[in-house]
């Protein structure tokens, strides 16, 4: 009988150490899979914000393309002259536009007197 109950602490010793382990194995495993979990959202945000900036590389490439095209020709060298350096060709007359600004009202030097009479009505 004493065997049986030494084994029966041995064997509720060995049970609850196997418990106790297979309870931090799930931690552990619980753990690496909530950061490899992490690890895969920070991955798949990153890779759609590099496809945005690709898509947008891609539109811009294409714009520069069609304006390298067009700065090719004669008449995109002769656009680019022409508003770059203020380029005319022969005949043609440059206009210039100025803003128009108003010019300050200046008081004539007018007496006293005069001005007393003015607000009167004189």
Do not use: D
């Amino acid at each position: 009988m004493r065997r049986s109950v030494n084994y029966r602490k041995r064997h509720t010793v060995q049970q609850s150490l196997g418990a106790i382990f297979l309870i931090f194995v799930a931690f552990w495993l619980v753990s690496l899979i909530w950061g490899l979990s992490g690890k895969a959202v920070f991955a798949w945000q990153v890779a759609n914000e590099t496809e945005q900036q690709a898509s947008a590389l891609s539109a811009r490439k294409k714009s520069l393309e069609k304006s390298i095209a067009e700065l090719k020709t004669v008449r995109g060298e002769e656009s680019v002259m022409r508003t770059s350096f203020g380029v005319a060709r022969p005949g043609e007359q440059v206009i210039i536009v100025m803003s128009h600004k108003k010019t300050p009202n200046v008081k004539k030097n007018i007496s006293w007197w005069k001005r007393a009479f003015a607000l009167v009505g004189l």
